[in-house]
């Protein structure tokens, strides 16, 4: 099977964030309690997105989802066109924009061959959150963003980080301390559901090699996941210990230097 299309089965098979709530999926019910879950441990994502500053403008999505991020930037009026690889997600976006009565436009498509499916258009905002380092040719979706940017195109994307507290963690967890195993660990355990055949991941050099043809106006790392995975699939928040008595101050240092999440803000050169 063709790499892309592995990928695509493995997000068809457990769609990012399908299991934040145990109420019926496609419920008003289900979805405040995925999108609560979501924001209460990835709380820096709002921030990110700033989706009250996108009201009435056009803003593209690439890697919607089961669509946390997606409802929010419509809900605050944006013109909003998502693009998804996985149909099952997808499906359950679009289910989420007609249990709230919103809308926006759908594309099931590869981000690697975006303007073979997407129409040719300027966007003020192009939003990427947890996706690109996903699929085969992470430098092919920056070349296919570049004919929907205008002068003025804001590009804001996450992408996973090199140096950082989850990958230490996998090395010492998984690997038993085998660094040089890294890229590989993190492709099998860089998500809830082990196995994910494709994930990169990017020190801030890294990053500028990647979106060389951007200007970056601003590169930053946050999140690390402080709870006990046993008991957060419960559905309980209890702390790791070295966490529980960590203060906040410390805590949040942690996470501007070593975050899992590269926050990346940019313009294309072009």
């Given at each position: 099977?063709?790499?892309?299309?592995?990928?695509?089965?493995?997000?068809?098979?457990?769609?990012?964030?399908?299991?934040?709530?145990?109420?019926?999926?496609?419920?008003?019910?289900?979805?405040?309690?995925?999108?609560?879950?979501?924001?209460?441990?990835?709380?820096?994502?709002?921030?990110?997105?700033?989706?009250?500053?996108?009201?009435?403008?056009k803003v593209l999505e690439i890697?919607?989802?089961?669509?946390?991020?997606?409802?929010?930037?419509?809900?605050?009026?944006?013109?909003?066109?998502?693009?998804?690889?996985?149909?099952?997600?997808?499906?359950?976006?679009?289910?989420?924009?007609?249990?709230?009565?919103?809308?926006?436009?759908?594309?099931?498509?590869?981000?690697?061959?975006?303007?073979?499916?997407?129409?040719?258009?300027?966007?003020?905002?192009?939003?990427?959150?947890?996706?690109?380092?996903?699929?085969?040719?992470?430098?092919?979706?920056?070349?296919?963003?570049?004919?929907?940017?205008?002068?003025?195109?804001?590009?804001?994307?996450?992408?996973?980080?090199?140096?950082?507290?989850?990958?230490?963690?996998?090395?010492?967890?998984?690997?038993?301390?085998?660094?040089?195993?890294?890229?590989?660990?993190?492709?099998?355990?860089?998500?809830?559901?082990?196995?994910?055949?494709?994930?990169?991941?990017?020190?801030?050099?890294?990053?500028?090699?990647?979106?060389?043809?951007?200007?970056?106006?601003?590169?930053?790392?946050?999140?690390?996941?402080?709870?006990?995975?046993?008991?957060?699939?419960?559905?309980?928040?209890?702390?790791?210990?070295?966490?529980?008595?960590?203060?906040?101050?410390?805590?949040?240092?942690?996470?501007?230097?070593?975050?899992?999440?590269?926050?990346?803000?940019?313009?294309?050169?072009?």
């Amino acid at each position: 099977m063709e790499l892309i299309e592995r990928v695509r089965a493995f997000w068809d098979g457990r769609p990012c964030n399908i299991s934040h709530s145990q109420k019926p999926v496609g419920s008003r019910e289900y979805f405040q309690e995925v999108e609560a879950r979501k924001y209460f441990v990835e709380p820096h994502i709002p921030a990110f997105a700033q989706f009250e500053r996108w009201r009435g403008k056009k803003v593209l999505e690439i890697g919607c989802g089961i669509g946390t991020d997606s409802v929010n930037f419509a809900r605050h009026g944006a013109d909003l066109s998502v693009v998804e690889l996985s149909e099952t997600s997808l499906d359950v976006c679009r289910k989420r924009f007609d249990v709230y009565g919103l809308a926006a436009s759908f594309y099931c498509a590869d981000a690697e061959q975006l303007t073979n499916v997407v129409p040719v258009e300027t966007y003020d905002l192009i939003y990427s959150f947890g996706v690109i380092h996903h699929t085969p040719n992470p430098e092919k979706v920056f070349e296919e963003i570049k004919p929907y940017c205008g002068p003025q195109t804001e590009i804001r994307v996450m992408l996973y980080s090199k140096w950082s507290w989850k990958v230490f963690w996998a090395i010492l967890k998984y690997g038993k301390g085998a660094f040089w195993q890294a890229q590989e660990l993190m492709r099998a355990y860089s998500e809830a559901e082990v196995g994910c055949p494709v994930t990169f991941y990017y020190s801030q050099r890294d990053v500028r090699r990647l979106m060389c043809d951007y200007e970056i106006e601003g590169l930053r790392k946050d999140h690390i996941f402080p709870y006990v995975i046993e008991k957060y699939v419960e559905y309980q928040y209890e702390k790791v210990w070295y966490f529980r008595w960590m203060p906040r101050p410390l805590f949040r240092w942690l996470e501007h230097r070593f975050g899992w999440h590269t926050l990346v803000v940019g313009k294309f050169n072009g």
